[in-house]
Structure formats: C-alpha cells, structure tokens
C-alpha cells in the first residue's frame, strides 16, 4: 500500500448536484478497490493560467487516499473516458502531509456581497 | 614603536584595488541554497507562490546559477514545476 494525491478538474458549466456525483463517484471507486480515502479538498472555482480546451476555469476536486497499484488503473481509465474532466493528475508520495492547506477555496457567496 | 601594517594584510574586497594582476579574486560570488537547510519552505506543486519565485516573465525555469539554488533541490524544482504547469497553476 502506497500514499497518492489526485486532483481532477472539472469544466466550468457544471451544476452542484453534476459535481458531488464525480466527487462521489470516484470515493466509490478506490473504496471498492480495497482503498481507503484520508481527505477530500474541495479548491472551487479557480482561474487557469492558460487556456485549457477552450476553458477559462475549472473546478478543482483533491484527493488524499492509500492504494494499490489496481486502484491506479482504475482511476485512470476513467477519467479518460469521463466527458465533464478536463485534466487529472496522481502523484505517489511516501508520507502524506495532511495538515497543510496550500490552496483555500474562496467562498464565492462572500465576493458577490 | 610598532607600526602596523594591516593595510597589506587584509585581503582586497573588490576585484578593481588588486595589487598585482596575478593575485586571486577573493571577492567571490557566493550564496547558501534558499530551499535547503532547517527552516525551509517545501517544494511543492501546490505551494505556487513559492514556485513563481524561480520563473521567469516568459515562465521559463530559473537556472540555478543565478538563484543559487542546490544542485538536489533544482532537480526537484524542475518536476514541481512541470506538475503545477499540467494542472494550470503557472
């Protein structure tokens, strides 16, 4: 069993309801592959640096679990399959720094007011 | 009474008041690795206001002669870097 980050973003003109079923289908996935979820960060709305498929923004999901090598395969034939990604990204780590939040989501609510 | 000769002892600090054209240039550039050492920050794809600090305007990677950052430390710069880039942060 190793330690891995994974982070997906979504497209932009996804609703609520689109985005907490990819959040939840992929906690789905490495729980049924014998995986166990440490954290889930959610980023928000954020600004890309570059254009990515003609997309402006995304909405960025984090993922900090434990896994085997099967999960792996698993999470990343799907999300290539998966229409409402853009990109994702997995990164093996030997101990995972779960206390540090480098990136906060912004409470969009707030910024309207 | 004892005179001092200090002024032939100390070392030349800048290159231009050497004595002679074949005396060492003492005034080296030198400068510790701001990323190696106790207190220093991680190097991180997420940690992107860190990783700003070592691109250029045209978001080139620094060289590491210029910000005298560790031959280890630059290795692990160069593949933060490219993770932060695929993600959109930089």
Redesign the interface.
Known sequence: MNFYEH?L?AKQDLSTPELENIEKKYTDIITKTAGKVIKVEKWGLMN???K?KAYNK?F?IHYKFEAENKTLEEIKRKSVIDNSLL?H?T?KYKKL?VETE??KEKDINEKKK | MKRKNNKFNKRPQNPLNKLSLFQKNDSRFSKKCPLSGKDAPTVDYKNIKLLKRYISDTDKIMPSRITSVSQNKQRKLTSEIKKAKILGFI
């Open positions: 982070t973003i890309f640096a570059k990515i995304g960025y990109r990204l990164v720094d480098y990136i």
